[in-house]
């Protein structure tokens, strides 16, 4: 006879946090009884993905895997030793899964085409930015991994034709922010999910579904040693938002940036600057799924004066100018840029 434990261990066990992004990516996926399952396979491949990059960040500078290579990549930027890890552990996870037909990386010039046998059967294609922010590592800073899904257009011309799709096409969208805790947010379209990895266990647990922006936060994000070559709107409404107390908070980071801007309100901005006349971050792989993210959690994200979801991509690493966050905190800059 097993003595009943006391109430409070009882209590204690049924209060336990045993959400995990497997079960919730299974339970999302019977809502649809038509799923076929190769969605939740491919998330399941992105949180793996996001556990092992996570391990080699934290045990960077023990296993000297810190510091640059002599190389650079596809954007001109040199390569950290941890790049190349963090996109051969994305291509490693993702290729071996049923349901891609496509990745593409901010690393690599080309999309990969994953030729199997039923390449027809892969009706997704995973872009991502598999380090973001990693010239912050050697700092210790915060970095992150950038992903969104688009359906395979099997009627495209190419693989990179299949990849030019608005952001409005995106089937999910997320991000892993490797911080003071290793976090996965992920949108499928029905709001937006938070889940924290509990190294002991191994497991991203749910702490939030369905979170919501704040509609306002006198804090914004950008770098402001390019102020000088801010188009004059951007300058403007940085005297209004200087003369009304705004904060200042920028990483150089975009996952940590808008990840804060999510979580507490305000605005993070990308604007055109000399250096960059189109805005140096990524539309596919970084401005759309942080887009939908934002959009998903009631906030708003535009470039220029255009809805960044709706801005038709002409080629893989298009860079745009961009600003997302609280609504109200948009509409303090569409306001001076008009
Ligand atoms: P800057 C990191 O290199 C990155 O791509 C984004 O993560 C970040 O928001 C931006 O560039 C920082 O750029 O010009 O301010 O250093």
Redesign the pocket.
């Known amino acids: 006879m097993v003595d009943t434990p006391p109430t409070s261990v009882r209590q204690l066990v049924a209060r336990e946090n045993l959400t995990t992004l497997q079960t919730h990516i299974l339970a999302e996926e019977q809502k649809h009884p038509h799923a076929s399952g190769t969605f939740s396979w491919i998330l399941s491949a992105l949180a793996l993905s996001a556990k092992v990059i996570a391990d080699k960040i934290r045990r960077a500078r023990i296993q000297d895997v810190l510091g640059s290579l002599d190389a650079e990549n596809v954007q001109g ?1 040199r390569q950290q030793k941890l790049d190349v890890i963090a996109n051969e552990t994305l291509l490693r996870c993702l290729g071996s899964r049923s349901g891609v037909a496509i990745v593409a990386s901010e690393e690599d010039e080309n999309p990969t085409l994953i030729q199997r046998e039923n390449a027809g059967e892969r009706p997704y294609c995973v872009l991502f ?1 598999p380090l ?5 590592l050697d700092s210790c800073g915060a ?2 991994t950038i992903f969104s899904i688009l359906r395979y257009d099997r009627r495209a011309h190419s693989p990179e034709a299949s990849i030019l799709q608005r952001g409005v096409e995106q089937s999910a969208a997320g991000y892993i922010l490797y911080g003071s805790s290793t976090v996965f947010v992920i949108t499928t379209g029905s709001g937006v999910s938070m889940f924290v990895l509990d190294p002991s266990i191994g497991s991203f647990l749910l702490v939030e579904h369905g979170i919501r922006i704040p509609r306002s936060g006198r804090t914004y994000s ?2 402001e ?2 102020r000088a070559s801010f188009p004059e709107g951007y300058r403007r409404y940085l005297d209004w938002a200087q003369a009304n107390g705004y904060s200042s908070r ?9 990840h804060r801007t999510l979580v507490s309100g305000g605005v ?1 901005l ?1 604007p055109p ?1 000399k ?2 006349p189109e805005g ?3 539309l596919l792989y ?1 401005v759309n799924p942080m887009a939908m993210i934002i959009e998903q959690a009631g906030g708003k994200a535009v470039s220029g004066t255009q809805r960044v979801l709706e801005v038709q991509p002409k080629a893989l690493h298009q860079r745009i100018p961009c600003s997302m966050g609280s609504p109200d905190e948009v509409d303090h800059v569409l306001r001076h840029l008009g």
């Open positions: 930027e930015d973001d922010g990693s010239s912050n970095v992150g950008l770098n040693g390019n920028y990483s150089g980071t975009m996952v940590a940036d808008v993070f990308y600057t250096k960059s140096k971050l990524r970084e």
